[in-house]
């Protein structure tokens, strides 16, 4: 059986270089976050040169390498890209199996296809200007083994097509790779450079009991995985035909009840087909083209995947009274003369995942909140006010206390866990932005600190409690004090030693 691997290398990078031609001379590098404390995901070829490898912290990585670029890119733009890639690759092949834990590596069935293309290597070669097309670089390697192949084609950074014609030299050749090809734990990575193991090879030839004592189960099992020990067959994709459906409106419509029937409809038809596969409800996307050309897609989903269209027609009303609102108060502003300008086009698209069935429960015990209906809720606000809507803060590494959180769009609710505490903590409340509070500029933070505040008398301060850094980005120099007022407020406060100004960062409470 002949088995190909395509292998984008750091593809993630990629998608940011298509983003940022300019930086194709630099090195770049993908980070988690994009603050000083953000870890580095992937890095360029330039990027090695300077040691800038991942596992590193951006603060470090600029350390190493002044001119490093580096940016983030969402987990829902490389899925997207992913998805994309693997149509494009059924052209050349119906069995593709994108990786499931690394973005940028498909394996392709290659048995057959010598006998509908010249040779398997144009076959690889015509994969690769394939990829090409879309702004991106791949290596694709024809072979034997599912790991043998994807070994040799991460040795190649540069785009590449080649055919191995035995076992035996697919196995030397994977022997040779160097362990910081294969996307292993930075941590392990470092250990077993310090042990002299740098090549795959040199990797096989460790005792697999001892791998998994010194590294554990996951090490153990990549070196199972590599030695052939755990060799799994090609597991393609399946690919499904998109549920969707077009209309197209004689005269352009404005009304929403009218909008709202032909949506239904196509809605209602879509869930059978949905409901035939098995499967139910997870999103729904509503392309409207309105008679002026221009076009907005809206993409809504309910609580929970499910196939009750009741909750589904009334997320969609929600959503489109807002979008024709804001498009009726968007003419007006332009010209009182102007019309609003109806919708000529619907497309409607369900995107379904397959159903789960559940044992229903001997003793139903009734909560006092129901957590489903808050979740309907959520999806409800989500839908008449936008996607990020409904957040929550989360806890990052950062310098300022500003950086030190920020907004995520909340998906569902997790159950409470209280714990019983003696006494009840203080609450440090962070506005979104320091709020300015000196009208004039002090050079002596102590002497020049304001008596009043909201009518109050400053009664105590405490501090200053000094934060100094930025200087990969902006030097900052800050002295904070908790200071508490005549009228019981407790004010977290800073001045700030470069703009020689006051700031209030938020208050105690």
């Known amino acids: 059986m002949r088995i190909a691997c395509v292998s984008l290398p750091e593809f993630p990078l990629q998608l940011l270089l298509?983003?940022?031609?300019?930086?194709?001379?630099?090195?770049?590098?993908?980070v988690d976050r994009d603050v000083a404390q953000g870890v580095i995901l992937w890095s360029n070829e330039r990027a090695r040169a300077c040691r800038v490898l991942p596992g590193l912290r951006y603060a470090a990585a600029l350390s190493l390498s002044p001119h490093l670029r580096a940016g983030v890119v969402p987990p829902d733009e490389i899925q997207t890209a992913v998805a994309a890639l693997t149509e494009s690759?059924?052209?050349?092949t119906p069995d593709v199996e994108p990786s499931s834990s690394e973005p940028g590596v498909f394996w392709l069935g290659a048995s057959g296809m010598s006998l509908l293309y010249p040779s398997l290597r144009k076959w690889a070669r015509w994969i690769v200007d394939e990829v090409a097309r879309g702004g991106l670089q791949a290596s694709v390697i024809v072979g034997f083994s599912r790991f043998g192949t994807y070994a040799i084609a991460r040795a190649h950074p540069k785009p590449h097509a080649d055919v191995v014609d035995a076992e035996t030299e697919e196995r030397e050749r994977a022997s040779a790779v160097p362990l910081n090809r294969l996307g292993i734990d930075p941590d392990v990575r470092d250990t077993l450079h310090k042990l002299g193991v740098n090549t795959l090879g040199e990797f096989l030839a460790l005792p697999a009991n001892g791998v998994r004592t010194r590294f554990g189960a996951e090490v153990h099992r990549l070196h199972r995985v590599a030695s052939g020990e755990l060799a799994s067959p090609l597991q393609p994709q399946p690919s499904a035909e998109p549920v969707v459906a077009s209309v197209h409106l004689d005269y352009p419509e404005g009304d929403l009840e009218r909008l709202m029937a032909v949506?239904?409809?196509s809605t209602r038809l879509l869930a059978r087909t949905l409901d035939e596969r098995g499967h139910v409800l997870r999103?729904?996307?509503i392309q409207l083209e309105f008679d002026d050309r221009t076009k907005t897609a809206e993409r809504l989903e309910p609580a929970s995947p499910t196939l009750d269209l009741g909750q589904i027609v009334e997320l969609i009303r929600l959503r489109l009274t807002s979008v024709l609102e804001s498009r009726a108060r968007a003419a007006e502003s332009r010209t009182q003369a102007m019309r609003a300008c109806g919708v000529t086009d619907i497309r409607v698209e369900l995107d379904g995942v397959a159903a789960?069935?559940?044992?229903?429960?001997?003793?139903?015990?009734?909560?006092?909140?129901?957590?489903?209906?808050a979740a309907r809720a959520l999806a409800r606000v989500r839908a008449e006010l936008g996607e990020n809507a409904v957040v929550k803060p989360v806890l990052r590494d950062g310098h300022l206390p500003e950086a030190r959180y920020e907004w995520e769009p909340v998906a569902s609710l997790s159950a409470p866990q209280p714990r019983a505490v003696r006494h009840p903590p203080l609450v440090r409340r962070i506005f979104a932005r320091p709020i300015p509070f000196s009208p004039g500029r002090h050079r002596d933070a102590e002497g020049e600190l304001?008596?009043?505040?909201?009518?109050?008398?400053?009664?105590?301060?405490?501090?200053?409690?000094?934060?100094?850094?930025?200087?990969w980005s902006r030097e900052v120099r800050r002295e904070y004090y908790f200071v508490r007022t005549s009228n019981g407020r407790a004010l977290w406060m800073y001045y700030?030693?470069?703009r020689m100004s006051w700031f209030i960062q938020g208050e105690v409470e």
């Open 263 to 265: 949506i239904d409809r």
């Open 496 to 498: 700030d030693r470069r």
């Open 450 to 471: 304001l008596k009043h505040i909201d009518e109050g008398t400053v009664r105590e301060t405490f501090g200053p409690y000094l934060v100094a850094g930025g200087w």
């Open 356 to 373: 789960r069935t559940s044992q229903p429960d001997l003793f139903v015990i009734k909560p006092r909140r129901d957590p489903t209906a």
């Open 18 to 30: 298509r983003q940022h031609p300019d930086w194709s001379e630099q090195p770049v590098a993908v």
């Open 283 to 285: 999103a729904i996307t």
């Open 89 to 92: 690759l059924r052209f050349y």
